[in-house]
Every structure is written in C-alpha cells, then in structure tokens.
C-alpha cells in the first residue's frame, strides 16, 4: 500500500456550536447531539445490542470515525449491557484523523466523557497505518485505520457483523461513498452482517443493492427524514478471505513451541485478547535461554525516504513494542522497562536541516520523530553527544527476559498459559482434526487444535516440508560499571546508532551489539567486548577518559531471513497446488500450524506485533496489520517469489 502524509481534521465550532468541517462543509453530527445519532441510526439500525448478545466477538467497521462518536456511543452500549458479546472489536477508517487534543477537549454527553478520556489518553500520533488500541482488559479492541477509505479497505483482514457508514454527505465527500467501495465492504461481510447509515441519497441505496445489499428506508430523526439501512445477502456465495483463518473458541487448546519472545507474545495475545488456552514447549530448563534472554534491548519506529514494507513494518511493531513495555512498567516497575524516548545518532556530518525535510515530505509529527541536532540531543540524553539524531518520542527499552517472565508466569487468570520446559518437541503428526506433539521416542506429549512454532531455527526443521532462507547471526552484548565512571557520563534516554547504549539502573549500561554469522559460539569474547566498547565510545564522547569495567555480559545467535523480515503466519503447504503460486496468499497452507520465527536484531518489537498476529489469525478476530503488511512477513513469499521468477 503506497503511504501518503496524513492531513489532520480542521475542525471548527458552527453558529450553534456543533463541531464542523470546513474542507467538507459538513458537521460532525447533527445539532441533537451526537449520541442521539449514533444510538439512532447506527446502533438501533444495526440491531445492538440485540444482535452481539451470547456471542464470543463482534466486528464493526466504521467508515468515517470522525471524533469518535459512533465508537464511544458502541462502547458505551456494550458496556452497558450485561449480556454483551465476549470481546467488541471497532475497526475505523478516517482520512483525516482528530489529534489528541480534539479528542480530549470535545465536548461530550454525561455517558461518553469518560471514554473520551480514556481513548484521548490512548491516542496514537497520526501517522499512516493500522493503530491498535485495547480497553476494558483487552476485552474491547479499536483498530484505527489512517489514511484513504479507498487504499484501506482493501488492507483490512476482518469477518465484520456491522457496518457504519458515517463520511460527510456524498454531494461533498463522493470519495467515500463510491460504489467501488460497497463492494469492497462485501468482501468484508460476515453472515447477514447489516450496514446502517444516516444518508438517503438514491446512489447510496443502489450502490449498497449493488454490493449484495438487502437495503430498505427507514425513519430518521432532527433534520433527516430517512436513514437508509440495509443486510448483506448476496444472490451468489462470497469468496473467503484468503488471509482470514478458521476460529478457535475460548474452548480450544494452542501449542507453542518455544518459550522465548516469540512463544510468549502469542501465548499472551491467546490468553488475554481472545481468552485461548495454551501450553507452551521449550527445550530448555528454563524460559528465554535462547536470543530473548538479554536483560536489555531497546525499540523505535523506522523514518525511510520510500516509507515502504520494511520501514511500516517496524513501524507498527514498534508501537505494539511501546505497548509490551508499558504493560512492564506497571507490573514490574521502571527497572525493567522504560518509554521515555529513543535518540538514533545519524552521522556528525549530517544535516539536521536535510534531515527535518525528509520528516516533512513524509508528513511525520513530532510526538512520532523530530530531528535534534547534536545541541538538543545533548540535552535530551543529559550527556554529551555529537552527532544530530532523531529523537522517537515513543520508543525505549526493556528488559527481554523480564517481558517473557512477565507474559508466561505472570497472567494466568484470562485462560490457562501453561509451560513445560525440559520438553523437546521432536515431530508433529496429524491426527484427525488435532496436531499431535511427539517426542524424540515418539511418544505423544500433547494434543491442540493449533500449533504455533515460534522456536527460531529449529522450526523449520520442525515443520519438515518447508524451504526458507534462514541466516544465523551470532550477537554480543556487553556492560559496564558505572558508578566508578560518574553517573552522568550514561545517557538519560536509550541510543541507537553504530549500536544501542540503555543505562538500566544507576549501576549498569548496556551496550552492544555485534553481528557475526561465522559461528554459533555461545561463550563471550574479548575481542567483541571491545568492539562493543569502541561503538559506544563513538557514541558516548565523555567515555573517552575512562576505561571500562566490564561486569556482565551475553552473547546469543538470531535467526534472520533473507529479506530481513520475520516469518510470520500460516504455514504453507509446499505439496499443495495453487491456482496462482505467484501470490502468496493463494498459497495451500497446513491447517492448524503457524509459524513466528526471523525475528532478527528486532525480535522485541517483532515478537510482539507477530504474536498478535498469529494469534488474532487462530482466534478469527481481524488482523491487528494492513494486508500488504501481513503478506510481507508471510511464511509463503519466497516460495512466490521463485514462481514469479521462474514465470517470467
């Protein structure tokens, strides 16, 4: 999906105070209010609460989520409703999205106010991209899609049960209400899912009837005479959403292999977000022995001049990172994590001014990245630097160690995360509609309706049949002591540059790391210890009078791709036939089994954002990644890729 700055909403006050529009010469709501509206039309017009009662999720779509109204006003309803569905998921597209301060300072009716507030506090900076927000104990999900209702319904990967259609009148705004886009919410649209909107105009109805739409008038209130509202029924059966997966109920049971941070991101999404046992199966005597048992590593999003999959990939993934650390904060405390920032050293002869002209070409806020020259870097990290940098307002570190402890022995009340170390997993077999988990003798130690291996090389040796280009890369990391060095030599903020530096207490900074894939050796060097050294000194002036005392230390090997992209998803069927091998998400795949595994030097954030993935995919909730995103990281692509060689 091509990208493009984001403009946010212009929003005034009209001659009777309702919030308007004036790029579209429309308001906000309607002078009544916008409760009333929203439990008018789209709630009563879409049969809530009725229709989510004694289910496990709900999907509503909104095209056009404005200031909020429509999502507060469903929230609010299913809050209120003690026979509510088991989670309510809000996906939203809006062109031009609200800032914070729009968000907190809007006037709400009584019953709204305080979840305005609370997604106010939640608000993501307004970049291009799919915004997870969680409320209610992950129990209500908003997926926030930024940018062109056109480029992102294609994107969205949902089964949607309502949809709002909530955009300025289509005299004003015909982009969003073009017939094209009907059909592309067909594709959407699970079993008699309703569509609601408070539009009457004749193109709507019959753009809608045309979609497979069963549309029909109804009445509406304080300045329009009809609504229009409709429930999909198409004359021929809807083809599936490739990308979609089969549901796992609450009473299923998930396999994990491997108890590092790829294992325990997705048992923790199971668990929390969908309320999905697992067991989790690792090697191992203990959990993260593998590249996830640093005790410090840090995340940041990405700025790149073509902002493509690389740069919205980490992107994403560092904002489901930022969210993995909070969670760490309030659980552990700020010993084991911190989202107080991130600088990336550029070059010292880099120009700050050059630098700001790229942010500005891609329409990136501040609160996301602002360039610092070396002055106000300086400032920031309370040491000298020298170079200009960018400073990721929502970046950070954490302890990889403390996350994986965190997620597999610290949550057990949403569903049953059990782990079991000391159990290899030698073969999967399957029997029946389950997956059998075997032994090195053979012998059967569990049965799931899924299986997920997140255990880096050793899945594709696990999963037999499959053929992807994995590298090893052995990584050294190092730390020092630094009360004998003044504390204010160590940076207040975590660095990346030529490597990463994050003072994780008064005591130690972290540093590191290097990158070798000559060999896997799991013991420490001398000689990488002052390689270590020698980056951090280039990033750390002040260190050049001191010498070091090193204190601790880790060495690990990651698993990378070829393309530098994690592996993430259903697992193809090399064995199976596809119509057409060059896409890969026509691909056969192996029912049941994922995979999560290529984290590379970025598994934190990786980890985090590939969990949910999976686990969203077994759960049948709507994919928390735009579609272009999902098929990137997509197990299947190089076997693709060789068919689109070997086509053309």
Known sequence: MNTRPLAAARIERDAEGVPFSPAFAGRYHPPGGARSQARHVFLAGSGLPERWRGRDRFVVLEIGFGLGNNA??????????????????????????????????????????????????????????????????????????????????????????????????????????????????????????????????PAVRDGLAAAGFEVRTAPGQRGHRDITLGRYAPRAPTRPLLRASGAITAGGHVAIVGAGLAGSATAWALAHRHGIASTVHDAAADIATGASGGLAGVFHGVVHRADGRHARWHRAAAFNARTAAATLVTAIGDAAAATCGLLRLGHRDADPAALQGLATSLGLPAEYARVVDAAEASAIAGTR???????????????????????????????????????????????????????????????????????????????????????????????????????????????????????????????GATSSSADDEPAQRESDRRLNWQRLRSMLPALDEFDPDFVDGRAGVRCTSADRLPLIGAVPDENGVSTRPEQSWHAPRREGLFVVTALGSRGIASSALGGAIVAARIAGAPLPAEADLIDAVDPARFSSRLARVRRA
Not at 92 to 107: F, L, N, Q, V
Not at 387 to 403: D, E, I, S, T, V
Not at 451 to 470: G, Q
């Open 72 to 201: 507060l006003a469903t929230w609010q309803a299913w809050r209120e409703d003690p026979a509510r569905s088991g989670r309510l998921h809000i996906v939203a597209i809006e062109a031009h999205p609200p800032t914070r301060r729009d968000i907190a300072t809007t006037p709400r009716e009584a019953p709204l106010g305080p979840l305005a507030s609370e997604l106010a506090t939640a608000w993501p900076p307004l970049v291009p991209g799919l915004h997870r927000l969680a409320f209610d104990d992950e129990r209500v999900e908003m997926l926030l899609a930024f940018g062109d209702v056109a480029d992102w319904l294609p994107q969205i990967t949902a089964r949607v049960d309502a949809f709002f259609l909530d955009g300025f009148a289509p005299e004003t705004n015909p982009a969003m209400w073009e017939p094209r886009l009907f059909r592309a919410m067909a594709r959407l649209a699970a079993p008699d899912a309703t569509v609601a909107t408070w539009s009457a105009a």
């Open 385 to 511: 630097l020298d170079a200009p940098a960018w400073f990721f307002a929502g970046g950070g570190w954490l302890n990889p160690w403390a996350l994986v402890r965190h997620r597999l022995d610290g949550h057990r009340s949403a569903a049953a995360i059990d782990v079991r170390l000391s159990s290899p997993i030698a073969a999967l077999r399957r029997d029946g509609n389950r997956w059998a988990l075997l032994d090195a003798t053979g012998r059967i130690v569990d049965m799931a309706d899924a299986v997920v291996c997140a255990n880096a090389f050793s899945a594709a040796a696990l999963l037999c049949a499959v053929t992807w280009p994995l590298s090893r890369s052995r990584g050294q990391s190092s730390a020092i002591s630094l009360p004998g060095m003044g504390r204010a030599v160590a940076p207040r903020v975590p660095l990346a540059g030529a490597g990463y530096a994050v003072a994780t207490d008064a005591r130690t900074l972290w540093f």
